[in-house]
């Protein structure tokens, strides 16, 4: 069993010093071209789009734990918005500070201590938490504060890592449909949607540890990176079906809500999973 405290510090060290490096126009243009940041971002909007009742008509307060480089704000199609991002990194959350969001946009920094703290209860509409709860040592602690932060009717992404090809060092445990539905329906949650998705990322992941094509094929995966990091989601998928059809998923993504009337908090049901 992996030693939770050392976990915790090799997270902090690892995406405190991925953050930290600052490149200005770089760090502008990474969270949208980003291959590692963009399939995760666009999936998880995608998800949500059919049940976050996402609007113009008013403010929407969303609210991502475990921001990184901002990808899943920064692309969210709803304007005005109120963004929100904590991040075991500091530097994280501070380059996000730093950034000219536009019109009728803003972002603000919450710290750990708050959420721990529940000081942000029923305060918004959609929140995401994108492969971070394998890094998390007490995931129903996490969901919990997450699905209590949620407004009424509010909506929850989450995203997990699946067939990993590797062990990560920062993970604490892995994770399948089984216990990623028991441990949100746990906290009082209502799943509409689990999708399994991404074949392309072990196939990449397939050739570049093996290191095909020499150090041409090293230059030529990193332009596959590129090129899918700023493609949209359609054609990740169009190309699932035809390169990495024999790979396992890669990406699930769980949508769910918590209900309108307090009373029905705890009832869920799963209307939809795919694949």
């Known amino acids: 069993m992996k030693n939770i405290e050392d976990t915790e510090r090799v997270n902090f060290e690892y995406y405190e010093t991925l953050y930290a490096r ?4 770089l ?9 590692d940041q963009c399939s995760k971002a666009r999936r998880n909007i995608w998800a949500i789009e059919k049940y976050a009742e996402i609007c113009h008509s008013k403010v929407i307060d969303v609210f991502d734990f475990g921001c990184g480089r901002g990808s899943f704000l920064l692309m969210f199609p709803c ?3 109120r963004a929100y991002g904590l991040d075991i990194s500091p530097s994280a959350t501070k380059n996000l500070e730093a950034r000219d969001w536009g019109r009728d946009r803003s972002f603000n920094v919450v710290s750990l201590e708050e959420f721990d703290n529940q ?3 029923e305060h918004f509409d959609v ?21 209590r932060s949620l407004r009424p009717g509010g909506t929850l992404v989450i995203n997990v ?13 892995s994770y399948n449909i089984a216990p990623l539905t028991k441990a949100v329906e746990a906290v009082g949650l209502g799943i509409v949607k689990c999708v399994e998705s991404d074949r392309l990322s072990p196939f ?21 990176r590129g090129f899918l990091g700023a493609m949209p989601l359609s054609v990740h998928e169009w190309l699932e079906r035809w390169i ?11 949508v769910a809500k918590r209900a309108v009337a307090s009373a029905d908090f705890h009832s869920s049901s799963l209307d939809e999973t795919s694949r």
């Open 204 to 224: 990449i992941h397939w050739h570049e540890i093996n290191g095909t094509g020499g150090v041409f094929g090293k230059l030529f995966f990193k332009g596959i």
């Open 22 to 25: 600052r490149v200005p126009l």
């Open 244 to 254: 990495a059809p024999v790979h396992q998923c890669t990406q699930l993504v769980l």
């Open 27 to 35: 760090d502008r243009v990474m969270p949208y071209v980003s291959y």
């Open 79 to 81: 304007r005005p918005l």
């Open 119 to 121: 000081k942000l209860l």
């Open 161 to 173: 890592p699946i067939n990993e090809i590797f062990d990560d060092p920062r993970h604490v445990r």
């Open 127 to 147: 929140c995401c938490i994108s492969h971070v709860l394998e890094h998390v040592p007490d995931e129903i602690a996490v969901l919990d504060t997450l699905a």
